[in-house]
């Protein structure tokens, strides 16, 4: 059964899944960190990262917030995570903004 991407696909880095968030695509590592594409997002290729009351939007080029704030940690695990795993969140973003299906990508090791 093929399924599709309505709207937004949301990942979570471990933690307990909140209100109506449908994870997709990444399995789960601490921290607990949830982290979102939306289809509906423009350009630069971006994800957004929600780690408690944290919220940032994260660059994938870069690994580096265009806006927000996250904890230290959680910054430098998301950072780590983007370098080992470029290639496919930019494949996630064309996926998301063609309103498919997004890929799975490992978390870290």
């Known amino acids: 059964m093929e399924s599709r991407m309505r709207g937004n696909a949301h990942v ?4 307990r899944r909140r209100g109506n968030h449908q ?3 990444w399995n789960g590592a601490s921290p607990p960190t949830l982290l979102s594409m939306y289809s509906s997002d423009h350009p630069p290729p971006h994800f957004h ?3 408690g009351e944290y919220e ?9 917030p265009q806006a927000g704030e996250l904890p230290v940690r959680a910054l430098r695990l998301i ?3 983007v370098e080992l795993h470029r290639a496919e969140l930019l494949a996630d ?9 997004l890929a799975k990508i490992d978390p870290l090791p």
């Open 23 to 25: 994870p997709k695509s």
């Open 56 to 64: 940032a939007k994260i660059d994938i080029a870069t690994g580096e």
């Open 79 to 81: 950072r780590e995570w």
């Open 12 to 15: 979570r880095f471990g933690g």
């Open 93 to 101: 973003w064309e996926l998301a903004q063609a309103r498919k299906e």
């Open 49 to 51: 990262a929600r780690y």
